[in-house]
């Protein structure tokens, strides 16, 4: 008598290939910065009284915020594989143009800051389209951008004012309702946050879901990882980068805005010097300068500790030089634990 048995009693159970939680985290691209953020975090508690204050919050998670909006979305053109120079002038740029048109012109300050977003689009889209068409890198056509809207910026900021300031803002029809969305501020218990601090949280969350949830996001992590193979499979290589440089115009934007609105002034040389800045914090957030790899919510992550050691050095009071010694060797240690958490999420992987 023949008696069947399932294959299921006989059949040895196979491992389970499904990495453990550990190694999970171990592979996310944020867990260094998060782990640094939380060193400076606790490292400045200890140190002043100043740095959980409700002042003190409402004050680094200022600083960080514009840097923060910037950072998550030159991390997405990092993870894309390319470079963005022209991102610091492009917040004075948006904020000239939007004040130029409001304050000179004499138009309402909402039609303004659609002529300067549009603004903003098109260089993005000109940026990305003059790489993608040349094959030149994008540090040299981003590095040619930055200077030629650093001479604009000057140039027709004095020609029409005699200076290289512009302000007077807040008496252009449209300011109440535009101030109230880029420079209202939050009050939550005894702190009071800007608006910026919530557009970074905002854009910080979609640019993570695009990145993590979409197929525009797996388009980002393909053409910066592997270009000639993404484009081998179809994935339209051209337009995924191009709609990254106008991202981080955009970025741009919103900073400039926020900028415009809240002090009703703007310098001509504003931002110039901090497009490195948006590039170490995404660097610390654990994009690698090769492409393929990175987090949004890490480099939102990046931005909040320069935020917080730049203002705990001040609340120490600390000589504010100390704060580039800070930057340098946080570079560096973010490269290097970078290169370890590429290699270990590969090996999980395989």
Known sequence: MIIATKASEVAPSAPSDRPSLLQRMVVRPEIGALLGAALVFVFFSIITDRFLSSLGVATWLDDSSTLGIMAVAVALLMIGGEFDLSAGVMTASTALVTALLAVHAGWNIWLALLISLLFALAV?????????????????????????????????????????QISGIRSAAGYNSAGWVF????????????????????????????????????????????????????????????????????????????????????????????????????????????????????????????GMA??????????????????????????????????RAERVRR
């Not at 030149?136 to 030629?148: C, M, R």
């Not at 955009?250 to 001509?268: E, K, N, T």
């Not at 100390?322 to 490269?335: E, I, K, R, T, Y």
């Open 124 to 164: 993005g889209a000109f940026n990305g389209w003059l790489v993608m068409r040349t094959g030149l890198p994008s540090f040299i056509v981003t590095l040619g951008t930055f200077l030629a809207l650093q001479g604009l910026n000057l140039g027709v900021t004095r020609l029409v004012t005699g200076t290289v």
């Open 310 to 343: 730049r203002q705990g050095i001040v609340f120490a009071g600390w000589d504010s030089d100390w704060f580039m010694l800070f930057l340098g060797v946080l570079l560096l240690a973010a490269v290097l634990v970078n290169n370890i958490f590429k290699k």
């Open 183 to 306: 420079a209202s501020t939050l009050d939550i218990g005894d702190t009071h946050l800007q608006a910026s601090v919530v557009w970074w949280v905002v854009l910080t969350a979609i640019a993570a879901l695009v990145l993590v949830r979409t197929k525009f996001g797996n388009w980002i992590f393909a053409v910066g990882g592997a270009l000639p193979s993404a484009r081998a499979v179809g994935v339209p290589a051209d337009r995924t980068k191009i709609l990254l440089f106008m991202t981080t115009a955009f970025a741009g934007w919103v900073v400039g805005s926020c900028s415009i609105l809240r002090f009703s002034s703007v310098q001509a040389n504003q931002g110039v010097g901090l497009e490195l800045h948006y590039i170490i914090a995404a660097v610390v957030g654990g994009c690698l300068l090769t492409g393929g790899f990175g987090s949004a919510i890490g480099a939102a992550i990046g931005a909040l500790i320069f």
